[in-house]
């Protein structure tokens, strides 16, 4: 930073200003006040607004750009070697420096006037690419602070040349997904961001917070489940299904005629994206006491994700899933080199027949299934059976090329199924962000459904609602509620309340609940019911079904003890009374 020094000198009658430049060098980098940001001792939270910023660098290369010889990981190699490293990094703006694929980059000056460092508005959604930010944190004197960081996807994170936070895969950034404490001296800090891209969002969250803002933040746990524990009490929480050295996820729960408890999920993955999902169920007679061991209801050649059942009138099990392919990429075949070896067993003939969302029928309380039936639209917790025995089913789609919020019917207890619907959403919204809906009836015919809502900015991740009095044939355009989290799961209670329930992927990580006494008219989010908590972000999906004592069973995949992969969990609960 360029600092203009005025030196005074002081002759008879004569007065001779003096000016000379000084260069400021910290972290050994010729810095600007434009991604300077000034850091007050004990002051409020500070977002890092300003930034210099690399041109997008390729995740993975080949050497001396040569795709004879082995292929690279960028995120795990110092791509600033040639100006000192990413620990010691002599950065001047708008300067090419050489990277080691052979090629270039150089930084250049930005500003974001939200939280939300949207690398994604900045680059378009490029995949397997990384960049780096660069800022300075003026200290107005010596300090511990607090640094908070959310990335998108991989992150590393050096403070004075210090690697301070390193997360490796891939994730949706939210405020405070990292925090360190950090020592500021006086004067200017170097702080640098590695940002990595698996495709689709890409960003970051950078605040510091001071003492005081860091206590408060730590007791807002303890605030949050006190207020909880008057609106609610917890039964007990437990794992209910634990798949050895296997990553389990994205359940529902029912409970049918016979008072059966049925849940199914996506069991037997690797990890969050892999090529090994199928559709598994256990069951319990006892109202969540126990639990029988998984079996298998679907196996397809591809990847088989996010599972709902229901019950319907005639006593007909019906289960709904959906198929994908995102695990074939060359990020992952680098890392999983078997995932390669599955891909080139699939023709395309068995990938165009099975990509695809899907339901199927068991008319022998699950011993048997029919042949699947292809769906138009998708949704994590499936359809539901309404009062005049139509199934419905809220969802997204793609029709005509274009992203589409849509509602399909069955009239013959799931054995077919035709478009009913299109639901609209704001002029001022993007279709994109919403995903994962969820739909409830009232017992005066009200529909009421709920939308996943997430942006790149993820602190805008407010739940988007919609109704229909006409059984479903329209809708009115979906509105942001003040809830925050996803996806959701909507179940009437006995007194005819809704009962809400979702995950939340940001400190506090956990599952949440939220009730409306007026058919989502309003919904008592000042009495949020926390129902589980997590160390991860890695979690949620609850699904919830009343027992007849009035008393809730939810269930959702969550993290069970630190190094493990995700396991099915349940929380019984109840509401208090009057509450």
């Not at 996943?452 to 044939?473: A, C, N, W």
């Amino acid at each position: 930073m360029k600092k203009l020094i005025l030196l005074k000198n002081t002759y008879p009658k004569v007065r001779i200003y003096v000016i000379f430049f000084s260069l400021f060098l910290s972290f050994n980098i010729t810095t600007s006040q434009t991604y300077n940001t000034h850091i007050p001792i004990n002051g409020e939270i500070v977002t890092v607004h300003n930034w210099l910023v690399a041109k997008p660098m390729p995740s993975r290369y080949y050497k001396n750009a040569q795709q004879k010889n082995e292929m690279q990981d960028s995120f795990s190699k110092d791509f600033l070697q040639s100006i000192g490293g990413e620990t010691t990094p002599n950065i001047i703006p708008n300067k090419e420096f050489n990277t080691p694929d052979g090629n270039g980059s150089s930084f250049f000056e930005k500003s974001w006037k939200s939280e939300y460092i949207d690398l994604t508005e900045l680059f378009g959604e490029p995949s397997d690419v990384f960049t780096y930010l660069f800022a300075e944190l003026e200290s107005k004197g010596d300090q511990d602070v607090y640094l908070h960081i959310g990335t998108n996807d991989a992150g590393k994170v050096w403070v004075n040349g210090k690697l301070v936070i390193e997360h490796k895969t891939g994730r949706a950034a939210e405020p405070s997904q990292n925090i360190v404490p950090i020592h500021l001296k006086k004067g200017n800090n170097a702080i640098l961001l590695k940002i990595d891209q698996f495709g689709g969002g890409w960003g970051a969250y950078c605040q510091i917070y001071g003492l005081k803002d860091q206590k408060l933040f730590d007791t807002k746990i303890d605030r949050l489940y006190a207020q909880s524990s008057k609106n609610a009490t917890i039964i007990e929480t437990k794992v209910i299904c634990k798949e050895q050295d296997r990553y389990i996820g994205w359940p529902t729960i029912t409970k049918t005629r016979s008072g059966e408890l049925v849940a199914v999920f996506s069991g037997n993955r690797d990890e969050h994206v892999c090529p090994y999902g199928i559709t598994q169920m256990i069951r319990s007679k006892d109202n969540g006491k126990t639990w029988t061991d998984p079996i298998t209801i679907n196996n397809t050649p591809l990847d088989d994700r996010d599972a709902g059942i229901l019950e319907t009138n005639k006593g007909t099990w019906l289960v709904s899933w959906f198929t994908s392919m995102a695990f074939d990429n060359d990020r992952n075949y680098m890392q999983h080199p078997e995932y390669k070896r599955h891909r080139e067993k699939l023709n395309e003939e068995t990938v165009n027949h099975w990509l695809g969302n899907w339901t199927r029928r068991s008319l022998d309380n699950g011993k048997t299934w029919e042949e699947p039936v292809k769906q138009l639209v998708t949704a994590p917790h499936g359809p539901i059976e309404l009062k005049d025995g139509r199934l419905l089913y809220v969802g997204t789609t793609t029709i005509n090329n274009e992203k589409k919020l849509a509602v399909e019917e069955s009239k013959n207890d799931g054995i077919t199924w035709n478009l009913l619907a299109t639901i609209d959403i704001p002029d001022d919204e993007s279709i994109d962000p919403y995903s994962e809906p969820h739909v409830v009836e009232l017992s005066n015919g009200k529909l009421v459904a709920m939308f996943r809502y997430q942006p790149s900015d993820r602190s805008k991740s407010f739940l988007r609602q919609t109704e229909s009095l006409d059984g479903g044939k329209s809708w009115t355009v979906t509105k942001k509620t003040d809830i925050w989290g996803y996806p959701p799961h909507l179940l009437k209670l006995k007194n005819d309340w809704l009962l809400l329930s979702y995950g939340v992927r940001k400190i506090p990580y956990g599952e949440r609940a939220c009730i409306s006494k007026d058919g989502g008219k309003t919904w008592d989010i000042d009495n949020e019911i926390i129902l589980s908590l997590s160390d991860s972000g890695d979690l949620g999906y609850p699904a919830s079904t009343q027992l007849d004592d009035g008393s809730i069973i939810t269930i959702y995949y969550q993290i069970d003890k630190s190094g493990e992969k995700t396991s099915l969990m349940q929380t019984h609960w109840k509401l208090n009374k009057n509450k």
